[in-house]
């Protein structure tokens, strides 16, 4: 069977009497029937309503006519807007004889991944579609930076128990990384916002199951980023020492005006 991909299904409006499909539907399937069959399932009172464009391949990164906070989870199998799977989970059960035979030829998107620009905020990249990334940038990209490395040893614990005290934060994080996971990005695309470096793609796809594995499942501790070993005690010393700053006190205003060196003896008036 092949791999689920992302359709974006567009119907008829004037002949659509559910206004939840109006701007369009976003759901992820085998096949155009898997995916319209679905759809059908949230309709009760009737058929599906004429499909006019079908875009497959759709990517998140490009403009949609509706707001991405309200999309669900893109890479499970199922419908993601409206955000019906964030209540149902993956649709695990096949069945395509609810969809239409009458629809148009599928249009493929670009398959073209973006690259990242100069900052987070200021052009699309890959990690715009991970879901949720608004509010997960430090568990997602900040946490993981070179910067950061040998931090991660402490921001690792605080955010499993932050997944573990609260459930629905702990599945926002668990989508995202199944999503990276799913979407494997490169070691150049994964240094674009980290700047941290991996040897190869294998090294990289298993540092992110660790990760989750460690959030979310028993392994003891994540595999930890390239440069976060930590410092031997000699290498501690050291750095503690380079981080000291003595400076000399400041020269002491006299009563005339002088400018006395701290060194100086104090000097008697000519009065005395």
């Given at each position: 069977?092949?791999?689920?991909?992302?359709?974006?299904?567009?119907?008829?409006?004037?002949?659509?009497?559910?206004?939840?499909?109006?701007?369009?539907?976003?759901?992820?399937?085998?096949?155009?029937?898997?995916?319209?069959?679905?759809?059908?399932?949230?309709?009760?009172?009737?058929?599906?309503?004429?499909?006019?464009?079908?875009?497959?391949?759709?990517?998140?990164?490009?403009?949609?006519?509706?707001n991405r906070r309200?999309?669900?989870?893109?890479?499970?199998?199922?419908?993601?807007?409206?955000a019906v799977n964030?209540?149902?989970?993956?649709?695990?059960?096949?069945?395509?004889?609810?969809?239409?035979?009458?629809?148009?030829?599928?249009?493929?998107?670009?398959?073209r991944r973006v690259?990242?620009?100069?900052?987070?905020?200021?052009?699309?990249?890959?990690?715009?579609?991970?879901?949720?990334?608004?509010?997960?940038?430090?568990?997602?990209?900040?946490?993981?930076?070179?910067?950061?490395?040998?931090?991660?040893?402490?921001?690792?614990?605080?955010?499993?128990?932050?997944?573990?005290?609260?459930?629905?934060?702990?599945?926002?994080?668990?989508?995202?990384?199944?999503?990276?996971?799913?979407?494997?990005?490169?070691?150049?695309?994964?240094?674009?916002?980290?700047?941290?470096?991996?040897?190869?793609?294998?090294?990289?796809?298993?540092?992110?199951?660790?990760?989750?594995?460690?959030?979310?499942?028993?392994?003891?501790?994540?595999?930890?980023?390239?440069?976060?070993?930590?410092?031997?005690?000699?290498?501690?010393?050291?750095?503690?020492?380079?981080?000291?700053?003595?400076?000399?006190?400041?020269?002491?205003?006299?009563?005339?005006?002088?400018?006395?060196?701290?060194?100086?003896?104090?000097?008697?008036?000519?009065?005395?």
């Amino acid at each position: 069977m092949t791999a689920p991909r992302r359709y974006w299904i567009e119907f008829d409006r004037q002949e659509c009497s559910d206004a939840r499909f109006w701007q369009g539907v976003g759901v992820t399937g085998f096949d155009v029937p898997d995916c319209l069959s679905m759809v059908a399932d949230l309709v009760h009172d009737g058929p599906l309503p004429p499909v006019r464009r079908i875009t497959v391949d759709i990517s998140l990164a490009e403009p949609l006519p509706v707001n991405r906070r309200y999309l669900g989870v893109p890479v499970w199998r199922g419908v993601w807007y409206p955000a019906v799977n964030l209540g149902t989970g993956p649709t695990h059960g096949i069945d395509r004889r609810g969809a239409p035979s009458d629809y148009p030829t599928p249009v493929t998107a670009s398959g073209r991944r973006v690259r990242a620009s100069e900052t987070l905020r200021m052009r699309t990249t890959w990690w715009d579609e991970i879901p949720h990334i608004d509010g997960l940038l430090w568990p997602l990209v900040d946490m993981h930076r070179a910067e950061n490395g040998r931090g991660m040893r402490l921001s690792a614990p605080a955010l499993r128990a932050a997944c573990a005290t609260d459930p629905t934060y702990g599945d926002m994080v668990r989508e995202a990384l199944d999503y990276m996971i799913t979407w494997r990005p490169t070691p150049d695309e994964w240094f674009d916002p980290t700047e941290t470096r991996f040897a190869d793609q294998r090294d990289l796809d298993e540092y992110l199951r660790a990760f989750r594995d460690y959030l979310f499942g028993t392994r003891p501790e994540p595999i930890y980023p390239p440069g976060s070993e930590p410092l031997s005690p000699e290498d501690e010393y050291l750095r503690a020492v380079r981080r000291l700053v003595i400076t000399r006190p400041a020269p002491i205003d006299a009563p005339g005006g002088e400018r006395l060196s701290p060194d100086a003896k104090p000097r008697l008036s000519r009065d005395e």
